[in-house]
């Protein structure tokens, strides 16, 4: 699955905190000046499209709803990030965190001793 724009990003956060919709109720949630109907219908099928909405059939029309939750969506990223930009190195992950100082030595005491208990639960 390919990174989203913001604008499509937009659309998955209403989605996510709203639920099904269709474009329509899409629409009432977006501030002055809104997008035009047929854009934010195009956005929404790009999204589908690359597999991140699904929809119902009403009809004539669609309520849409995401099949991709926030938190997989975040994840993916992460690992997205990791393989492109830091050489696929978790170890320089960290190290970037320490070195930006977005990490201090108690957390990464702490993500240590979870790496540990993790370990240990996978032991027969």
Known sequence: MKKLTNKELEVMQLLWKHGPMFVRELLEHYEEPRPHFNTLSTIVRRLEYGGYVGHKKYGTTFQYNALITEEEYAKRNIFRLVDDY?????????????????LSVDELRELISQVEAYQKSKQP
């Open 86 to 102: 830091i050489e696929n190195s978790y170890k320089g992950l960290v190290s970037t965190f320490l070195r930006e100082e977005k």
